[in-house]
Protein backbone atom coordinates (compact mmCIF):
# COMPACT_ATOMS: atom_id res chain seq x y z
CA UNK A 1 0.00 0.00 0.00
CA UNK A 2 1.03 3.54 -0.85
CA UNK A 3 -0.14 6.19 2.22
CA UNK A 4 1.12 10.05 2.15
CA UNK A 5 0.29 11.86 5.17
CA UNK A 6 0.54 15.60 4.06
CA UNK A 7 -0.04 18.71 6.92
CA UNK A 8 -1.20 22.19 6.30
CA UNK A 9 0.36 24.26 8.56
CA UNK A 10 -2.20 27.48 8.91
CA UNK A 11 -5.15 24.78 9.68
CA UNK A 12 -3.25 21.98 11.70
CA UNK A 13 -5.11 19.58 9.39
CA UNK A 14 -4.16 16.29 7.68
CA UNK A 15 -4.69 14.93 4.68
CA UNK A 16 -4.24 11.49 2.96
CA UNK A 17 -3.60 9.91 -0.27
CA UNK A 18 -3.72 6.46 -0.66
CA UNK A 19 -3.38 3.68 -3.29
CA UNK A 20 -2.89 0.01 -3.67
CA UNK A 21 0.52 1.13 -5.23
CA UNK A 22 2.59 3.45 -7.63
CA UNK A 23 0.64 3.83 -11.47
CA UNK A 24 -2.71 2.89 -8.94
CA UNK A 25 -6.21 4.36 -8.66
CA UNK A 26 -6.04 6.85 -5.31
CA UNK A 27 -7.82 8.48 -2.70
CA UNK A 28 -7.51 11.55 -0.76
CA UNK A 29 -8.83 12.01 2.48
CA UNK A 30 -9.73 15.92 3.27
CA UNK A 31 -8.30 18.36 0.87
CA UNK A 32 -7.05 21.75 1.79
CA UNK A 33 -8.10 24.46 -0.93
CA UNK A 34 -4.64 26.00 -0.93
CA UNK A 35 -2.63 23.02 -1.65
CA UNK A 36 -4.52 21.69 -4.79
CA UNK A 37 -1.44 22.28 -6.99
CA UNK A 38 0.82 20.07 -4.44
CA UNK A 39 -1.75 17.17 -4.39
CA UNK A 40 -2.07 17.13 -8.08
CA UNK A 41 1.51 17.84 -8.41
CA UNK A 42 2.00 14.60 -6.15
CA UNK A 43 -0.49 12.36 -7.68
CA UNK A 44 1.42 13.04 -11.22
CA UNK A 45 4.71 12.27 -10.01
CA UNK A 46 3.76 9.04 -8.65
CA UNK A 47 1.62 8.19 -11.35
CA UNK A 48 -1.52 8.11 -9.64
CA UNK A 49 -5.31 8.60 -11.05
CA UNK A 50 -7.60 9.99 -8.65
CA UNK A 51 -10.72 8.49 -8.07
CA UNK A 52 -12.34 9.77 -4.54
CA UNK A 53 -11.94 12.39 -3.00
CA UNK A 54 -13.75 11.49 0.64
CA UNK A 55 -14.45 14.83 3.17
CA UNK A 56 -15.33 13.28 6.92
CA UNK A 57 -17.50 16.16 7.44
CA UNK A 58 -18.72 19.80 6.50
CA UNK A 59 -15.30 21.59 8.20
CA UNK A 60 -15.57 24.30 10.11
CA UNK A 61 -11.95 25.34 10.45
CA UNK A 62 -10.47 24.90 6.54
CA UNK A 63 -12.08 25.13 2.92
CA UNK A 64 -12.20 21.31 1.02
CA UNK A 65 -10.20 21.00 -2.13
CA UNK A 66 -12.74 18.34 -3.26
CA UNK A 67 -14.20 20.54 -5.77
CA UNK A 68 -10.99 21.67 -7.31
CA UNK A 69 -9.71 18.33 -7.54
CA UNK A 70 -12.67 17.33 -9.44
CA UNK A 71 -12.46 20.12 -11.57
CA UNK A 72 -9.13 19.08 -12.48
CA UNK A 73 -8.96 15.34 -12.57
CA UNK A 74 -12.54 14.21 -13.13
CA UNK A 75 -12.52 12.02 -9.80
CA UNK A 76 -15.81 11.50 -7.67
CA UNK A 77 -16.46 13.08 -4.27
CA UNK A 78 -17.75 11.62 -1.50
CA UNK A 79 -19.35 13.50 1.63
CA UNK A 80 -21.89 11.80 3.98
CA UNK A 81 -25.20 11.49 3.27
CA UNK A 82 -26.83 13.42 6.75
CA UNK A 83 -24.66 17.06 5.00
CA UNK A 84 -27.23 18.25 2.73
CA UNK A 85 -24.20 18.84 0.30
CA UNK A 86 -25.65 18.96 -2.92
CA UNK A 87 -22.52 19.75 -4.48
CA UNK A 88 -20.96 16.35 -4.12
CA UNK A 89 -20.60 13.81 -6.73
CA UNK A 90 -21.99 11.21 -4.51
CA UNK A 91 -23.37 11.24 -0.70
CA UNK A 92 -22.25 7.63 1.17
CA UNK A 93 -23.85 6.37 4.23
CA UNK A 94 -22.86 4.14 7.65
CA UNK A 95 -21.03 0.97 6.58
CA UNK A 96 -21.02 1.35 2.64
CA UNK A 97 -17.55 0.01 1.14
CA UNK A 98 -14.86 1.37 -1.45
CA UNK A 99 -13.22 -0.09 -3.68
CA UNK A 100 -9.88 0.76 -5.15
CA UNK A 101 -7.58 -1.41 -7.04
CA UNK A 102 -8.66 -3.77 -4.42
CA UNK A 103 -8.79 -2.21 -1.48
CA UNK A 104 -11.43 -1.93 0.47
CA UNK A 105 -12.31 0.96 2.74
CA UNK A 106 -15.38 0.96 5.42
CA UNK A 107 -17.13 4.26 5.87
CA UNK A 108 -18.07 4.26 9.42
CA UNK A 109 -20.49 6.75 10.63
CA UNK A 110 -19.28 8.60 13.87
CA UNK A 111 -21.72 11.91 14.23
CA UNK A 112 -21.00 14.00 17.29
CA UNK A 113 -17.79 16.09 16.63
CA UNK A 114 -20.49 17.13 14.17
CA UNK A 115 -24.14 15.32 12.93
CA UNK A 116 -22.37 14.38 9.37
CA UNK A 117 -18.76 13.24 11.22
CA UNK A 118 -17.48 9.65 9.25
CA UNK A 119 -14.32 8.19 9.71
CA UNK A 120 -12.65 5.40 7.02
CA UNK A 121 -11.55 1.76 7.79
CA UNK A 122 -9.42 -0.37 5.92
CA UNK A 123 -7.40 -2.95 6.93
CA UNK A 124 -4.79 -2.18 9.82
CA UNK A 125 -6.11 1.57 9.84
CA UNK A 126 -8.61 3.93 10.47
CA UNK A 127 -8.97 7.47 8.90
CA UNK A 128 -10.77 9.47 11.94
CA UNK A 129 -11.31 12.85 10.87
CA UNK A 130 -12.17 15.24 13.55
CA UNK A 131 -13.91 11.87 15.20
CA UNK A 132 -11.25 10.65 17.34
CA UNK A 133 -7.46 12.56 17.72
CA UNK A 134 -4.44 11.50 19.26
CA UNK A 135 -5.00 11.75 22.91
CA UNK A 136 -8.22 13.89 22.54
CA UNK A 137 -11.34 14.35 20.39
CA UNK A 138 -12.72 16.82 18.27
CA UNK A 139 -14.94 19.68 19.69
CA UNK A 140 -18.79 19.00 19.80
CA UNK A 141 -20.13 22.58 20.87
CA UNK A 142 -21.32 23.42 17.02
CA UNK A 143 -22.69 21.71 13.69
CA UNK A 144 -25.47 19.75 15.73
CA UNK A 145 -22.37 18.42 17.90
CA UNK A 146 -23.48 16.11 20.61
CA UNK A 147 -20.93 14.81 23.27
CA UNK A 148 -23.15 11.88 24.14
CA UNK A 149 -23.18 10.82 20.30
CA UNK A 150 -19.35 11.13 19.74
CA UNK A 151 -18.51 9.02 23.09
CA UNK A 152 -20.74 6.25 21.54
CA UNK A 153 -19.35 6.59 18.49
CA UNK A 154 -15.57 6.31 19.57
CA UNK A 155 -16.41 3.56 22.53
CA UNK A 156 -18.52 1.58 20.62
CA UNK A 157 -17.67 1.55 17.24
CA UNK A 158 -13.94 3.21 16.91
CA UNK A 159 -12.89 1.25 20.29
CA UNK A 160 -14.29 -1.91 18.24
CA UNK A 161 -11.71 -2.70 15.88
CA UNK A 162 -8.59 -4.36 16.05
CA UNK A 163 -6.21 -2.78 18.61
CA UNK A 164 -3.42 -2.85 16.50
CA UNK A 165 -5.69 -0.54 13.96
CA UNK A 166 -3.05 2.69 13.26
CA UNK A 167 -5.43 5.27 14.09
CA UNK A 168 -4.62 8.43 11.67
CA UNK A 169 -6.51 11.64 12.99
CA UNK A 170 -7.78 14.85 10.94
CA UNK A 171 -5.80 17.22 12.93
CA UNK A 172 -3.04 17.43 15.53
CA UNK A 173 -1.93 20.67 17.91
CA UNK A 174 0.71 18.77 19.07
CA UNK A 175 3.36 17.46 16.71
CA UNK A 176 1.92 13.90 16.75
CA UNK A 177 1.05 12.05 13.10
CA UNK A 178 -0.55 8.93 14.72
CA UNK A 179 -1.53 6.58 17.24
CA UNK A 180 -3.33 3.05 17.92
CA UNK A 181 -6.33 1.90 18.52
CA UNK A 182 -4.51 0.19 21.82
CA UNK A 183 -3.10 3.01 22.63
CA UNK A 184 -6.16 5.84 22.83
CA UNK A 185 -8.49 3.36 24.90
CA UNK A 186 -5.74 3.42 27.28
CA UNK A 187 -4.00 7.07 27.14
CA UNK A 188 -6.50 9.12 25.71
CA UNK A 189 -7.38 11.26 29.02
CA UNK A 190 -10.87 12.38 27.63
CA UNK A 191 -11.73 8.88 26.98
CA UNK A 192 -9.99 5.86 29.39
CA UNK A 193 -11.74 4.75 32.14
CA UNK A 194 -14.44 7.82 31.37
CA UNK A 195 -18.36 7.15 31.49
CA UNK A 196 -20.18 9.38 28.93
CA UNK A 197 -21.41 11.18 31.83
CA UNK A 198 -17.60 12.02 32.68
CA UNK A 199 -17.04 12.67 28.93
CA UNK A 200 -20.23 14.67 28.60
CA UNK A 201 -19.14 16.94 31.66
CA UNK A 202 -14.99 17.43 29.96
CA UNK A 203 -16.56 18.38 26.74
CA UNK A 204 -18.98 20.58 27.60
CA UNK A 205 -16.62 22.81 29.73
CA UNK A 206 -13.80 22.94 27.17
CA UNK A 207 -14.89 26.57 26.52
CA UNK A 208 -13.15 26.96 23.43
CA UNK A 209 -13.21 29.89 20.48
CA UNK A 210 -15.32 29.83 17.52
CA UNK A 211 -12.75 28.50 14.60
CA UNK A 212 -11.45 31.40 12.92
CA UNK A 213 -12.93 30.35 9.42
CA UNK A 214 -16.32 28.95 10.18
CA UNK A 215 -18.42 32.02 9.11
CA UNK A 216 -16.45 31.12 5.40
CA UNK A 217 -15.80 27.60 5.39
CA UNK A 218 -19.00 26.07 6.18
CA UNK A 219 -21.29 27.56 3.65
CA UNK A 220 -18.32 27.23 1.24
CA UNK A 221 -17.74 23.58 2.04
CA UNK A 222 -21.52 22.73 1.61
CA UNK A 223 -20.51 24.31 -1.97
CA UNK A 224 -17.72 22.06 -2.35
CA UNK A 225 -14.86 24.90 -1.88
CA UNK A 226 -16.14 26.55 -4.83
CA UNK A 227 -16.98 29.93 -4.33
Known sequence: MLLRQLFDIETF???????????????????????????????NELGLTLKYVFDTHVHADHITASGKLRDKTGCITLIGQETGAACVSKTVKDNEKLIINGLEFTVLRTPGHTQDSYCLYTSGMVFTGDTLFIRGTGRTDFQAGSPVDQYYSIVNKLFTLPEATIVYPGHDYNGNSSSTI???????????????????????????????????????NLKCGLI
Do not use: C, H, Q
Not at 20 to 38: C, H, L
Not at 197 to 218: C, G, H, Q, T, Y
Open 13 to 43: TFTYIIAADFGKEAIIIDPVESKVDKYVNLL
Open 182 to 220: WEEKRFNPRLAGKTVEEFKVIMDNLNLPSPKLMDVAVPA
